[in-house]
Each structure stands twice: as C-alpha cells, then as structure tokens.
C-alpha cells in the first residue's frame, strides 16, 4: 500500500461535502504511489480566481490539480468547487458523492501522471478511473444517462 499524507481544508459553506474519511479513501485507492497531498474544498469565488490565476479561465471549475514535485514522494495541492460539483452532479442525475469520489479520483491520477489531453491517454485515465470507482461499488462516471 502506498504511504499518503493528505490534508484537507474546508473552505466552502455548501452542504452535503465528503467528509475527510471519505476523500481518503477515494484518494487511498487511486495511488500507485507515495504522495503529500493537501486537499481544499471552496465555493465558487476561489475556484473562479485559481481557474483564472493559474490556467487564464474565468469560471470556477470541478477540480484543479497543482503539481510540485513529481519525484517520489509526489506533492501537491487539489481544489474541488463544491458549487460546481453539486451543479454538475445534479445537472447529470448523478449521487453527489459518487461526483466527488470520481472527481477526487481524478485529481488524485493527474497528481501521478496521468492525462486526458491526447486520446488515447484520456482512455487510459478513463478506464483506470472506473475501474476505481467500480471497485469503491460507485457507477462508472461516462456513462451517458
């Protein structure tokens, strides 16, 4: 099993947010490898200002993965926008804490590695991410409902 540092922040006043057990775990069973990661939950106005600071989009989006070192142990920082994730989990029928296993899942990939930038690499991602969450007895996330 690989070793995991997390920290969680609680930035946002939305209801219904996972609970530090939960992200944990959702993040435990995506690793492949040592990481340190700190893991910050905000509400619409932060996530607007990170997308815009750090990739020049101005909306708030689900989840932004920071990378610092990519050398074992990995660090990083994730930021999921509460209001975006409800939103989208709504938006597509989906258990919102089933969105925020999926999300943090994600987030906990790119940390390691992993892309969706190419094709074939976004497949890649894809199946690992619902194998993941398969095995967490969560539905796949891509399917179409």
């Not at 689900?62 to 994730?85: E, K, M, Q, S």
């Not at 991602?125 to 007895?137: D, G, I, N, P, S």
Request: hydrophobic share 40%; with cysteine; net charge neutral.
């Amino acid at each position: 099993m690989c070793r995991l540092s997390l920290s969680v922040q609680y930035a946002s006043n939305s209801k219904h947010l996972p609970t530090r057990t939960q992200l944990r775990r959702w993040v435990q069973v995506a690793l492949e490898q040592d990481v340190q990661i700190a893991l910050r939950i905000v509400d619409e106005i932060e996530g607007r200002a990170l997308n815009l600071g750090y990739r020049n989009k101005d909306y708030a989006t689900n989840v932004l993965t920071f990378v610092y070192d990519d050398t074992a142990p990995l660090y990083g920082d994730v930021v999921i926008c509460a209001p975006v994730v409800a939103r989208e989990a709504k938006e597509q029928g989906k258990d919102l804490l089933a969105h925020y296993a999926h999300l943090t899942i994600h987030a906990a990939l790119h940390l390691q590695g992993y892309d969706h930038e190419k094709k074939r690499d976004a497949e890649k991602m894809e199946a690992r991410e619902t194998a993941l969450l398969l095995k967490l007895r969560y539905p796949a996330p891509y399917l179409i409902s």
